[in-house]
Every structure is written in structure tokens, then in C-alpha cells.
């Protein structure tokens, strides 16, 4: 009896990627504690010297938000790019295999876009972690939005050629797509990809002063925001005739609350864009409007988190993939639920109730919605540990083959 080790990852699919993207979103969760605890005047996003002064003058409680926000965004950054890295070297190998050939001539083809939506969210986490342990960042930032926008365009142009040759092959040829095989959200992860690279792309909209680069984000933002709307459209409609039919395919049920990232990735991109028109081009926003718009995306999110939440408690999910033995790569699109309810609620409390007057900020109600909020980011790191642990830790497999003699 032979007893060797081995990881559920060597099994490798692109899935996989969806790793690096949650470790990504933690990182961005973290970031939410600085962005709107502590003050940053003169710029919309707060950077290295504005942690010093709050570390230096500021209240213990906001001292220790500054420690748990760096040590977070420090642990969950590098977990981030490490991740990214594997499965960059894993899926170069991968593609050499027979899986990858069969791969590209099923729906699952579609997955590969995990692996833009991680590239741009790595951009995104660097961002981060210049903004806030880089001292003087700031002084220079004009010249880096440039810089920001040409990855986003190298990375969307990847997308978009990506999703071609997916597109171009099951719509020029019938009979190409197993429609029985569309019974999950999973063909929406593209969607989720295009929203993450809009996401990106609207930040020099809302941070810079420079007209000409407000205007390129505008631009681009919009191009692929509304690309990833109207994919993710189309995508769910017919997803959800094929889940009426056929039922949801049990490991795919984590995709049924991939609308809860992609309505916070695309929501930060609308307040971005409102951002930098108010800033640049003069359009005036109602505080209250901004509230019911944050109140009406979070409402989608609600309904799509109570949706998957049943059907695979239904299906005995949790009970096997997350608490159990058994894996999936699907998993990982657990976590990113979870940071993206986490978000929004952080948007929802400070940019909605707060700026329009309904709550006092750190009152009562403050902190009792804040605490939703903090609720989910704890379940998001809780499960970025236990998937890490169950995909990659290694575990003996028993061979019955009786050696030569």
C-alpha cells in the first residue's frame, strides 16, 4: 500500500483565480476602515501621511483601526499577489494539457476570464497599498493615472479577446453551447471580469484633476460597465431558464451570488464617475439621491444573497465544500459575496445615511449597521483560510497498487 501527498489545487482549473480575487477583496474591505474613519482633507482617498497624523493625534479607537487596517491590507495584499503568481505559473502549464483542449470547447471556456478579473484586481490592490505605505505617493499621482489607465487598457483589451474567440465560437457555430450545462450564473463570471476592469478604470475619474484624464476614464469606465450590464443581462435570463428546467448544478451554486460583487464593483464605479463629474465637469448630485441608489443596489444584493443561501442549503453545499471534506474551485466565489456585501454597507452607511443627514456618524445606528457590515468582512477572512487550508494543504492519498517485485 503506497501513501503519497497531494493538493486538491494540483487538480488545477481556472477557477482558481477566483483565490487571488477574494484574497484581493478582503484587501479592498480593509481599505474601507481608513477610507472612512479616518480623516484625509484635500484628497478623496486617504494616504500615508494622513495615517501618520491619525496614529500620532488621533483617539485610541482610531489608532487601532489604523493597525488593523494596514496589518490586514499588508497579510491580504501578499496572499493577493501570491496567488495571482501561482495561478499564472499554473495555468501556463495547464494550457499544455489535453483539460485545457477540452476545456476550450465547453462552456467552461468562460472561466478563463477569472483570470483578467484577477489581473485587474491586483492593479487595484496595489493601488491600495502605494496609497497607503508609500509616503508622498500623493505628489505624484498625477503621472500615475496615466500609467493605471494603460494596464486597464492591456488588461480589457486581454478581456475582450478572451471573450471573442468564447463568443465567436458559440455563436457562429450551433449546437457549440450545452444549454442543459447553463443551469448556474457561471457564465456571468465575464461580466464580473469587464465590471472589475470598469471599476478600475473610473478611479483616475474620481481622483484626478487633470480634464483630459477624467475625461479618458469617463469613457473607458463607461465602455465596460456597460458591456458587463448588458453580458450579465443576458447571461442570467437565459441562466435562470436553464436552472428552471434542469435545476442548478450543485457545484455551481456559489455563481448564484455573483450579482452581490458585481452590483458593488459596478456600484463603486457609478459613485467614482459621479465623483469626478461633480469635481471636473460641474454636475451637481443630491445627497439623497445617492442614498436610495446605494439603498436600491444594496436591496439586489439582499434578494441574491437570500436566493443562493437557500438553494444550496437546499443541496447540502456548506455542509460538504465548505465545512466538509469534499472541494470545488467554485468555492472561492463564496468569499467574494461576502467582501462585497461588506463594501457596499460601508458605502451605504457613509456615503448614503451619513451624507445625507439621516444618521450621525459613530452614533448608535452608525454602529449597528456598520457592525453587518463588519460581520461580513469577518465570514469573507474566515473563508479565505478555510478554502486555503482545504485546496492546499497537502493530504494523503492511499494507493491499494502492489509494487513490483
Not at 473610473?202 to 465596460?224: E, Q, R
Not at 441574491?304 to 465544500?321: H, I, K, N, P
Amino acid at each position: 500500500m503506497d501513501h503519497s501527498l497531494t493538493k486538491p489545487a494540483d487538480s488545477y482549473s481556472p477557477l482558481y483565480f477566483l483565490a487571488s480575487v477574494g484574497a484581493g477583496g478582503v484587501t479592498v474591505s480593509f481599505f474601507m476602515f481608513l477610507m472612512f474613519w479616518i480623516p484625509h482633507p484635500g484628497q478623496g482617498v486617504p494616504v500615508f501621511e494622513d495615517l501618520v497624523r491619525a496614529f500620532g493625534s488621533g483617539s485610541l479607537w482610531m489608532q487601532a483601526a489604523v493597525v488593523v487596517a494596514l496589518i490586514g491590507i499588508a497579510v491580504f495584499a501578499t496572499l493577493n499577489i501570491k496567488s495571482l503568481l501561482w495561478n499564472l505559473k499554473s495555468l501556463k502549464t495547464f494550457k499544455r494539457t489535453d483539460a485545457y483542449e477540452n476545456l476550450c470547447k465547453t462552456n467552461a471556456e468562460a472561466t478563463l476570464l477569472a483570470m483578467p478579473l484577477a489581473l485587474a484586481m491586483t492593479v487595484n490592490v496595489l493601488f491600495i497599498v502605494g496609497l497607503v505605505f508609500v509616503p508622498g505617493l500623493w505628489s505624484v499621482v498625477e503621472f500615475l493615472f496615466p500609467l493605471a489607465l494603460i494596464a486597464f487598457s492591456l488588461i480589457g483589451a486581454l478581456a475582450l479577446r478572451m471573450l471573442g474567440a468564447f463568443l465567436g465560437r458559440v455563436l457562429s457555430q450551433g449546437g457549440v453551447f450545452d444549454v442543459t450545462a447553463h443551469n448556474s450564473f457561471a457564465q456571468l463570471l465575464p461580466a464580473f471580469s469587464l465590471a472589475m476592469i470598469a471599476v478600475g478604470f473610473s478611479a483616475p475619474a474620481a481622483m484626478s484633476g487633470t480634464t483630459a484624464t477624467v475625461a479618458v476614464a469617463l469613457v473607458l469606465s463607461t465602455l465596460f460597465g456597460v458591456a458587463a450590464i448588458l453580458y450579465s443581462a443576458i447571461a442570467a435570463v437565459t441562466a435562470f431558464t436553464s436552472m428552471l428546467q434542469h435545476g442548478t448544478a450543485r457545484e455551481s451554486g456559489p455563481t448564484l451570488m455573483i450579482i452581490v460583487p458585481l452590483v458593488t464593483v459596478l456600484g463603486i464605479m457609478f459613485l467614482r464617475q459621479d465623483h469626478g463629474l461633480h469635481e471636473t465637469f460641474a454636475v451637481q448630485a443630491q445627497a439623497g439621491e445617492m442614498m436610495i441608489f446605494l439603498a436600491r443596489l444594496l436591496s439586489i444584493q439582499v434578494v441574491f444573497l437570500l436566493l443562493g443561501a437557500v438553494v444550496m442549503r437546499r443541496q447540502g453545499y456548506f455542509s460538504d465544500f465548505v465545512l466538509g471534506s469534499k472541494t470545488s474551485p467554485g468555492s472561492y466565489a463564496l468569499v467574494c459575496p461576502a467582501v462585497a456585501l461588506s463594501v457596499m454597507l460601508q458605502f451605504f452607511v457613509n456615503t448614503g445615511l451619513v451624507g445625507a443627514g439621516a444618521i450621525e456618524k459613530f452614533g448608535v445606528a452608525y454602529w449597528s449597521v456598520t457592525a453587518v457590515a463588519l460581520i461580513a468582512q469577518v465570514v469573507a477572512v474566515a473563508l479565505v483560510f478555510r478554502l486555503n487550508r482545504q485546496h492546499f494543504a497537502p493530504r494523503p492519498v492511499v494507493s491499494d497498487a502492489i509494487p513490483a517485485e
